[in-house]
Structures are given as C-alpha cells and as structure tokens.
C-alpha cells in the first residue's frame, strides 16, 4: 500500500467516523430519553444507515487494520 492509497483510506475512514459519530449521538439520545420517544428521527432508517456504513466500508477498515499490523511488524523489526 502506498502514500496516496493509504491518505484515501484515511479519508474513508474519517468520513465513517463522522457518520458513526452521528449514529452514536442518536443512540445516546435514545438512552436518555427512552425508545418509546423517537418522534425525532427515525430509529429503523439510523440503523439501515449504520448497516451501509459499515458494509461500504468493511474493506477500508480490513486494509487498515492490515496495514497497521504490518507496520508494528516493522517497527519490532527496527527497534
């Protein structure tokens, strides 16, 4: 993996961040409020959401987690 390859998958990563951010907040709400109070948003649509966000970006975070193992790898190696 390259320079330019792993900047992308950083890219891809920050954006599902701020979506599982976003997801995360309503679930808090939910937890506060209690799930029989949901008129805000729409609790089946969040989870759909969260579903496509992370089948869209299994492989992003399958290359990362990759790719930070071979660099532990190679920082053992170094020291």
């Known amino acids: 993996m ?3 390859e792993l ?3 950083t890219s891809s990563l920050d954006k599902l961040a701020a979506e599982l951010e976003e997801v995360k907040e ?11 109070d949901t ?14 966000l992370l089948a ?3 492989q992003d975070i399958n290359t990362c987690w990759e ?3 071979e660099l ?7 020291k």
């Not at 309503?26 to 029989?36: A, C, H, N, Y």
């Not at 008129?39 to 579903?51: C, I, M, N």
């Not at 532990?72 to 170094?78: A, F, N, T």
């Open 7 to 9: 900047t992308n998958t």
């Open 72 to 78: 532990e790898r190679e920082i053992g190696r170094l």
């Open 39 to 52: 008129s805000h948003f729409a609790l089946p649509a969040r989870v759909r959401r969260l579903e496509q």
């Open 26 to 36: 309503q679930l808090i709400i939910i937890q506060s409020e209690g799930i029989e």
């Open 56 to 58: 869209t970006h299994v």
């Open 67 to 69: 790719r930070l193992k």
């Open 2 to 4: 390259n320079l330019i």
